[in-house]
């Protein structure tokens, strides 16, 4: 399974529900490399995507929620991150991306379910208060690297990683 994951140097992901930043070329990656995918994301992260962008388009939504009166519109619902990996197998299961919030990210690495990371790391220091988990780079290589510069309609500069777990 893979995760996805932009992340600042101290690694916040998300400040009051929202992202902190607005960078479109990280957008249209994370578009990109989900499309044709099945999305596995906690319910505060589904209804921190705009209305007009829910369901992401283009890919299985599954949305993971304990509270068993959610309901959300072309979406599949799981109460645990076991049940969203069951219901991802039967549509997808060579492209199932996890796509937060922390505690959704938290709970895959902790459980070993992860074997890529694509990790956008935002080179700035920012203000948030959901993170996503710490790392441990000795378990993981660093297959793919590319730097994106600072310009007009990128606040930060940033860097697309791809690590794979070792063995």
Known sequence: MKLIVAASENNVIGFQNDLPWHLPDD?????ETTINSVVI??????LSIPKKYRPLKGR??????????FHAPNCLIANSL???IELAKLKKP????IIGGGKVYQYALEQNLVDLIYLTRIHANIEGDTFFP???LK???KINSKFHKKDIKHKFS???LVFEKLN
């Open 158 to 160: 940033f860097t697309f």
């Open 139 to 141: 378990k993981w290589k």
């Open 41 to 46: 994301m906690g319910r505060n992260n589904y």
């Open 94 to 97: 060579e492209n199932i991306f």
């Open 134 to 136: 710490k790392i441990n």
């Open 60 to 69: 299985v939504n599954i949305i993971l929620t304990k509270n068993p009166e």
């Open 82 to 84: 076991e049940k969203a």
């Open 27 to 31: 957008m249209n990656y994370f578009k």
